[in-house]
């Protein structure tokens, strides 16, 4: 039998998944934090349901204690805030005793950002990494499809190899709530796609000659998933750091993303566009590339500007009659 800590977080995430389309992703997020929330709970002898007002503000309070970040502080009281209004509407509490809290807000911090250079190593440590011709080859089309389109890590790794046929130039993506979005392909990614295809072609002639079940997913794989996982990923962009010359703690699969929109942005591109390809709901999450940017010009003229460095303007060279 169910307990009725366990029963209000299972229905709630269920409701999540059903009614928002919330991912598996952010339902285990969810998760984490509203059992850590009811851990708190059953030391104090309280559960969900008796739980005060006061009782969050502690919980709140004692998450400050642990040096948590504020981000991660925000989440979980907004994962307790929604827990709540969902108890609310169906009934389980009469009253929501988060509404009114203030979160600690986050802080702002710009995204780290890759230079065009770091990219483009990024790119050639990926096309000589593998071990064989199709890791080669699916390495780089990982990699160009990521920066040619921004998508997020989540959405590259479970493309669905049908979502790539027909039209060469763009790309169907489905992104967050099930919304999809066309995005355009650089010539590189095109390629990459193409020459990838022709090898994922011959793996799928293979499995019907075995008499295997054929994956739907662009880049398969073994595991339970049936395609590459976002942790496999992940350990994939660090190796190509790592031979590419590149601090691995500058890379993430998020960092390309960043790098994508701040790229395109640098070189002329409509922030309505970049939008509409990030796939941003709104955008003002997206005007956080215009900050960026500015920060990296404010950057290079410090870097670079002959009166930066010491305040006294470098000599320029001696102008001869012909040159006037």
Same mark, same amino acid.
């Given at each position: ?9 299972s ?14 992703n952010?339902?285990?997020a ?21 739980a005060?007002r ?5 919980y709140?309070?004692?998450?400050d ?10 989440r ?12 609310f ?20 911090r ?13 790119l ?18 990982l990699?160009? #499809?990521?920066?040619? =389109?921004?998508? +997020?890590?989540?959405? @590259? ?5 049908? &979502?790539t046929?027909?039209? *060469?130039?763009?790309l ?34 293979d ?5 295997l079940p ?10 339970? #998933?049936g395609?590459? =996982?976002?942790? +496999?990923?992940?350990? @994939?962009?660090k190796?190509?750091?790592? &031979?590419?010359?590149?601090? *691995?703690?500058?890379?993430t ?13 640098a ?8 939008q ?6 709104d ?16 950057e ?14 470098k ?10």
């Amino acid at each position: 039998m169910q307990t009725p800590t366990f029963h209000w977080i299972s229905t709630f995430l269920e409701a999540q998944a059903a009614e928002l389309g919330a991912s598996t992703n952010t339902q285990l997020a969810y998760g984490r934090d509203l059992k850590d929330f009811d851990a708190y709970l059953d030391r104090r002898h309280l559960d969900f349901l008796s739980a005060t007002r006061g009782t969050v503000e502690d919980y709140l309070v004692h998450c400050d204690a642990q040096g948590l970040a504020k981000s991660t502080r925000a989440r979980r009281l907004s994962a307790i805030k929604q827990l709540y209004r969902f108890a609310f509407e169906e009934g389980l509490r009469s009253d929501n005793p988060a509404i009114q809290i203030s979160g600690p807000g986050q802080d702002k911090r710009l995204p780290k950002i890759l230079s065009e250079a770091e990219v483009d190593a990024l790119l050639e440590a990926a096309r000589a990494s593998g071990r064989s011709q199709s890791d080669q080859c699916r390495n780089t089309c990982l990699m160009e #499809l990521l920066y040619a =389109t921004g998508m +997020r890590v989540s959405e @590259l790794v479970s493309l669905p190899i049908a &979502a790539t046929r027909g039209d *060469p130039r763009l790309l169907l993506i489905m992104g967050k709530g099930g919304k999809e979005r066309m995005v355009p392909l650089s010539p590189p990614a095109r390629t990459a796609l193409a020459e990838w295809l022709v090898l994922r072609d011959r793996l799928d002639e293979d499995a019907r000659a075995k008499r295997l079940p054929l994956s739907r997913f662009l880049f398969p794989s073994r595991g339970k #998933l049936g395609h590459l =996982t976002r942790h +496999r990923f992940y350990l @994939l962009i660090k190796e190509f750091a790592v &031979a590419g010359g590149v601090n *691995p703690a500058k890379v993430t699969p998020h960092t390309l993303r960043h790098a994508f929109a701040t790229h395109l942005l640098a070189n002329g591109a409509d922030l309505r566009a970049i939008q509409t390809m990030l796939g941003h709901a709104d955008v003002a999450t997206t005007e956080i590339y215009t900050h960026v940017l500015e920060e990296r010009l404010s950057e290079l003229v410090l870097e670079h500007h002959p009166l930066a460095k010491d305040g006294t303007r470098k000599p320029m060279g001696k102008i001869t009659s012909e040159g006037q």
